[in-house]
C-alpha cells in the first residue's frame, strides 16, 4: 500500500510537472519567439490594410463571380461556424472523393463547364488541372501560373483593364520555387483579387 501511495505521488508530481514544461513554459516561449522573429506568420499571415483584414494568404476564399480570380474547387459541405455576428458561414474541407469515383467525375465535369463558360475568351483550349479539381485540404490559397494566365482575358474584360495589367497583377502576387528548384511557382488568388478591387499595391 506504501508502495502504491509512493508511485502515484510520483506519478502525480511527474504529470503536473511536465503539464507545466510542456503546456505552459514551452508553449509561451516557442509563442513568444515566433511572434518575436516571424510576427506575421505567427498570427496567421493576416492581409491587412489600413486597419482592415481581408483574411489569411495562407486560407482560400471562394470566389465565384466574372471580376475576380477563381481559385481550385472547394467542398462547402464539411465545416460549419458562426461569426461575430451570429451568422453561420460555411468553410471548405477535403472531399475524400476517389478520382475514380462517379462523383468526382461529375465535380469535374461541371467545373470544366463552368470554365468554359465564364472564359470563352481564353487564348487556351486545355484548362488548367488545378482549376477543376480539389486541393488535398481543400483550402489551398494558390492556383498554378498556367491557371492564373488562363483567366487573364475574362477579368481585363470585366475590369476594364488591359492583359498586360492583369498579367503584372499575377507577377507580383507570384511565389516562386524553394530556392529555385523545390515545388512550382503559384500565384496567392487572394492577393491578385484584392490588387484588382484596389486594395493591394
Known amino acids: 500500500m506504501k508502495l502504491f501511495k509512493n508511485t502515484a505521488r510520483t506519478a502525480a508530481g511527474l504529470v503536473l510537472v511536465m503539464t507545466v514544461l510542456c503546456g505552459v513554459i514551452y508553449t509561451a516561449v516557442v509563442t513568444g519567439f515566433g511572434n518575436?522573429?516571424?510576427?506575421?506568420?505567427?498570427?496567421?499571415?493576416?492581409?491587412?490594410v489600413d486597419g482592415v483584414k481581408y483574411g489569411s494568404e495562407l486560407l482560400a476564399q471562394e470566389f465565384a463571380d466574372k471580376d475576380h480570380m477563381w481559385g481550385r474547387v472547394m467542398n462547402l459541405s464539411t465545416?460549419?461556424?458562426?461569426d461575430e455576428e451570429g451568422n453561420y458561414q460555411m468553410y471548405s474541407g477535403p472531399s475524400n472523393l476517389s478520382p475514380e469515383s462517379k462523383d468526382f467525375q461529375d465535380i469535374v465535369d461541371a467545373r470544366v463547364d463552368m470554365i468554359l463558360a465564364a472564359n470563352p475568351e481564353s487564348t487556351t483550349s486545355k484548362i488548367p488541372v488545378d482549376l477543376v479539381t480539389c486541393s488535398g485540404s481543400g483550402l489551398d490559397p494558390d492556383i498554378s501560373v498556367a491557371a492564373a494566365r488562363y483567366q487573364v482575358p475574362r477579368i481585363a474584360k470585366n475590369n476594364h483593364l488591359t492583359e498586360e495589367e492583369v498579367n503584372q497583377m499575377i507577377d507580383t502576387c507570384t511565389t516562386k520555387k524553394v530556392l529555385g528548384i523545390f515545388g512550382e511557382n503559384t500565384v496567392n488568388v487572394l492577393k491578385v483579387n484584392l490588387m484588382l478591387e484596389g486594395i493591394l499595391k
Do not use: Y
Open 36 to 48: 518575436l522573429l516571424f510576427p506575421k506568420q505567427a498570427n496567421g499571415s493576416i492581409i491587412e
Open 79 to 82: 465545416t460549419t461556424f458562426q
